[in-house]
């Protein structure tokens, strides 16, 4: 017979032993991914009476004018793009670029809240470019888990760092001549940063939605979302513009086979002008440019 003390420890070095057991079995995911993205309801099949949403966006007022970046800590980039600037308000006409609008939420005829669906990522890439110092898209959408394609067009060394929220932060290098990089966002975000640790002045923005119903305006400021199932849906235009971006909102009713329009503006207020703080870049003389309208 034991006794009374070695019952105890007996019973301590089973109960230690039972935890680790449990704890050995529960599922891992992987270092740095945080929790396990939720997975959305699949979409209804389509009835092939999908619309589009159409709209423009406008500025009013004087718009901010564009700031040339000095690139003299870089030969290359001065070489190839002398006159480089600043690209937070690209405004031609009254008519704003680069900005992101989607389907924030809303519901579809006859089904449920476009919010509750996850649709399957797209098989071709989205492609992020370096050119001329910068990159190419200034702004772009993806679906989640769809693979974004990094290139570097430059004869010089980049770097790509996404600096999330919801998605874990990835921090690549990319000499000139190297094959294409691949990465991919797993969660839902409006907007993740991108920027350049070697050049402070590049940054990009990438939205990331669980359904394909976004754009991104043109330099006429006109976008145009595809196939949108019938429903009634708030629509969101977001512009870098802003101490964290800024937003607007509308409502629209897209009908079977038709169009909704949704117009956004924005105007010269102080609020909207500056750097987002969201992007934390490194500091970079810039001058504004004479003569510029």
């Not at 919010?115 to 098989?123: G, I, K, L, R």
């Amino acid at each position: 017979m034991f006794s009374k003390r070695a019952r105890l420890w007996l019973g301590l070095i089973v109960a230690v032993s039972l935890l680790s057991l449990a704890s050995s079995c529960k599922p891992k995911t992987e270092e740095g991914s945080g929790e396990t993205p939720t997975a959305g309801t699949t979409p209804p099949p389509s009835k092939g009476d999908e619309g589009t949403i159409t709209g423009k966006i406008t500025y009013t007022g004087t718009a901010p004018e564009p700031i040339k970046i000095d690139t003299a800590a870089d030969n290359f980039c001065t070489q190839k793009t002398p006159n480089l600037t600043n690209e937070v308000w690209v405004v031609k006409d009254g008519k704003v670029a680069n900005t992101f609008v989607y389907i924030k939420d809303g519901t579809i005829d006859g089904a449920k809240k476009v919010s509750e669906y996850t649709w399957p990522a797209p098989s071709t890439p989205v492609v992020l470019d370096q050119s001329g110092c910068h990159y190419k898209p200034h702004v772009l959408g993806v679906v989640v888990n769809q693979e974004i394609s990094i290139t570097n067009s430059d004869q010089t060394q980049h770097n790509i760092h996404f600096t999330p929220l919801n998605n874990p932060e990835w921090n690549q290098s990319q000499v000139s001549g190297a094959p294409p990089l691949s990465h991919k966002l797993a969660r839902a975000e409006i907007l993740v940063p991108v920027k350049c640790n070697q050049h402070p002045w590049m940054h990009s923005y990438v939205g990331v939605l669980k359904h394909p119903f976004f754009a991104v305006s043109s330099d006429d400021g006109s976008f145009t979302i595809k196939g949108v199932p019938p429903g009634k849906y708030t629509v969101v235009a977001w512009h870098e513009g802003g101490a964290k971006g800024t937003e607007k909102t509308t409502e629209v009713t897209v009908p079977a086979k038709g169009a909704a329009t949704a117009d956004f503006t924005f105007g010269a207020s102080a609020d909207l002008r500056g750097q987002p703080s969201s992007l934390q870049m490194m500091p970079a003389l810039e001058v504004p440019m004479i003569g510029r309208h």
